[in-house]
């Protein structure tokens, strides 16, 4: 068999599997939201939170009024063009209505960012009180991969509670791919929210986070079982966890009915799947050490 033939074997396979699926036949006009531009969105709502951070623009020189002002118009533009080809592509608002559904949407976002602002800079304090290693405020906006994941979360989980398809999933998704902290942007979380090294944290779409709560690496808050797929959507299937908990690194915590109470701290290396009452401390037992003299 020659290389043409092989070519037009697998270009067949292919082209049956495309039939199979159907989901990637796409109507006339029909596109999916572009992943670049929502990545560009994430980095100018970033500018924005954090002025003098991460742009060109010196805070001394620049009126920050007019930066805020024309950064939010450059967000509107690009925040509407995507959530208009979401809705599009999803069929679930009529063609005639999709511009004022996603204009109403987009405005709603650029509205609450100031509150998001004040909630970001709240875990900014969580990370500053929490973490000794840090030297301030600035070294944590620039460098911590805990802040940024939880900045992004926190953008993605209003589209995402204005039920805007597809864009809040990419934004915790690219957070996900440059930290290795996975954040549902359906879970709710509290105010002063610190992820200390983050590595590995996985926080399922259904779970609850209250006040000042400070979870280590390789923490996993999920879903006891799965195996019924789709039934479970919309289903409370994630853990809650109340104000001032810890829990340590590579802990599990499963479970929809599954509480952790108030004041609580969760030693690493625990697997929970049953609620736990206030102002406790739980821990698996050690394993037994054996240290012998080498020879």
Known sequence: MDIRSKLDEAAERLEKNYKTQGIFEIGVGDKLPKKSEVIEIISEVRRIMFPGFFGTENTALVNVSSFAGNTLATVYE???????????????????SVDQVSEDITL????????????????VDAHLDGDPAARNKADIIFS?????????????????????????????????????????????????????????????????????????????????????????????????????VVIYANTTVLGGNTVIGKNSVIAGNT?????????????????????????
């Open 78 to 96: 690009k925040l509407f063009r995507q959530i208009r080809v979401a809705f599009l592509y999803d069929k679930v608002e009529d063609k005639n």
């Open 108 to 123: 709603k976002f650029i509205a609450l960012l100031p509150d998001i602002q004040n909630l970001i800079l709240k875990d």
């Open 144 to 244: 911590y991969p805990g802040l940024y994941a939880i900045f992004v979360y926190r953008i993605a989980h209003i589209l995402y509670k204005l039920n805007v398809p597809y864009i809040p999933r990419i934004m915790t998704e690219h957070a996900h791919s440059e930290t290795g902290i996975d954040i549902n942007p359906g879970a709710d979380i509290g105010e002063y929210f610190f992820i200390d090294h983050g590595t590995g944290i996985v926080i399922g779409e259904t779970t609850t986070i209250g006040n000042h709560v400070k979870i280590y690496q390789g923490v996993t808050l999920g879903a006891l079982s799965t195996m019924k797929g789709q039934e479970l959507s919309g289903v409370k299937r994630h853990p809650t966890i109340e104000d001032n």
């Open 271 to 295: 697997f929970v799947t049953q609620s736990v009452p206030e102002n406790t401390k739980v821990s698996a037992f050690m394993p037994e050490l054996q240290i012998k003299k080498r020879v």
